[in-house]
């Protein structure tokens, strides 16, 4: 379970607020409030790796309205 400081650093580290906005606009805040953060946008239904890394984003997206679909969090 998890205890108040890794809730506090989940949060810190997703973007909820980013979901139904465009692409390119969430990738720009994700950016700005992390530089150290490699951000990826990624068409729904594209392959990606299965490894966990702590300095990427993806940004999983509609390939047609371009709109964030998922939660954008570093893993």
Do not use: N
């Not at 989940?10 to 390119?24: E, F, K, M, N, T």
């Not at 299965?50 to 990427?56: A, K, S, V």
């Amino acid at each position: 379970m998890m205890d108040d400081d890794d809730f506090e650093l989940a949060l810190q580290r997703s973007w909820p607020h980013l979901v139904g906005i465009d692409v390119d606009e969430a990738k720009a805040v994700i950016e700005a409030e992390a530089p150290d953060l490699h951000v990826g946008p990624v068409p729904l239904g594209y392959d990606v790796t299965c490894d966990l890394r702590t300095d990427r984003v993806r940004l999983w997206h509609d390939p047609d309205t371009r709109l964030v679909i998922g939660i954008p969090r570093v893993g």
